[in-house]
């Protein structure tokens, strides 16, 4: 069982579980990305599995008629293994999420460090055009390739999600500053307004962020959407959801599962804030 300290930033062990957290989500405003944590299965069988719960899943979606999309991990169903599990796992997904009882429930691709952006933008690519625009990638801004990426993207259907990125890459391919990623950032954000078409999303708790995304909302029409994660900035999430003057709509990125302790320590380690909050729970002040 979860302790209620963890349950904090994960929705459950099961999908049932994830399901009634999405449900409580939509009745305040809020859709879901439903999450399986799992990541870098050296294995097939692990990846075939997490895989097989997300066909199951995005049927379960469907079934249950719940505002939410899915998010998987190209690691997670088998990108360490060889290029082929992933594109096999990933096109099993897509497709019951398209032709089989999914329903046309929305998948995204998280996107991992730098040695997976080509055969995970080559994914999304093909992907995007075969079920026009009924997948969606994220782009992280520390990586100064992304800019350039996104001149690629923009012609493409689907949406794209823009991250500042969770992954400590060599210096050589990214930005290490704080304020350069927040540049790198705006930059982005400001492309993505001006040349995509509409599926812009913020996958960001950043409020400068969220409200320079308002502003490029009322330049340029762009229809979008703001990403947080379960338990960061929630009270945020529920006010944005519930502002008549915000045309965004607003998802909660919703991790699940067994695996659910190495991502909560990330959590707690990654904000001093998080650290306080799981103390003062252990404490009980
Ligand atoms: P930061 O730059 O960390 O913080 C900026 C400001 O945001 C802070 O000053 C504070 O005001 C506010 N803030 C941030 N965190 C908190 C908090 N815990 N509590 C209160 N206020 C806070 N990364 C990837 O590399 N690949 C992915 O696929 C990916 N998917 C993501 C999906 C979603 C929906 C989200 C939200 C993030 C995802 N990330 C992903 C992680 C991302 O790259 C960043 O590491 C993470 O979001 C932290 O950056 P930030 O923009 O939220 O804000």
């Known amino acids: 069982m979860i302790p209620p300290i963890a349950s904090n930033f994960v929705a459950g062990e099961t999908p049932e579980a994830a399901l009634e957290h999405v449900e409580r989500l939509n009745d305040r405003g809020v859709a879901g ?9 050296e294995e097939r069988p ?9 066909v199951d899943l995005v049927e379960m979606i469907a079934e249950r008629d719940v505002d939410s999309c899915v998010s998987v991990k190209s690691s ?60 969606g990638v994220c782009v992280q801004a520390n990586l100064k390739r992304t ?53 812009v999303a913020v996958g960001s708790h950043d409020p400068a962020m969220i409200e320079y995304a308002a502003d490029l909302y009322d330049e340029y029409g762009t229809p979008y959407e703001v990403q947080m994660l379960t338990g960061v900035r929630e ?22 599962g067994s695996k659910w302790f190495s991502y909560f320590y990330r959590r707690i380690r990654e904000r001093k804030s998080n650290a306080l909050f799981a103390l003062r729970a252990i404490v009980g002040r």
Not at 46 to 54: F, G, H, I
Not at 88 to 109: H, K, M, P, Q
Not at 164 to 173: M, T
């Open 33 to 41: 990305i439903l999450n399986l944590l799992g990541e870098h299965y």
């Open 76 to 135: 997670q169903i088998g990108l360490d293994i060889g290029d082929h599990v992933f594109e096999e796992n990933l096109a099993r997904i897509v497709e019951a999420a398209n032709d089989g009882d999914g329903d046309g429930t929305f998948v995204w691709i998280d996107m991992e460090d730098h040695e997976t952006t080509d055969v995970t933008l080559d994914a999304f690519e093909r992907h995007a055009v075969e079920t026009d625009g009924n997948v």
């Open 235 to 256: 009270s945020a999430q529920f006010d944005l959801a519930a502002d008549p003057d915000v045309d965004a709509e607003v998802y909660q990125y919703i991790p699940y």
């Open 147 to 199: 800019r350039e990426d996104l001149e690629r993207l923009a012609d493409l259907p689907g949406k794209v999600r823009l991250v500042k990125g969770a992954y400590d890459e060599p210096a050589e391919l990214s930005y290490k500053k704080k304020a350069r990623v927040d540049e790198s950032y705006r930059d982005c954000l400001a492309y993505m307004f001006e040349a995509f078409d509409d599926g």
């Open 46 to 54: 692990p990846a075939d599995a997490d895989a097989d719960a997300y």
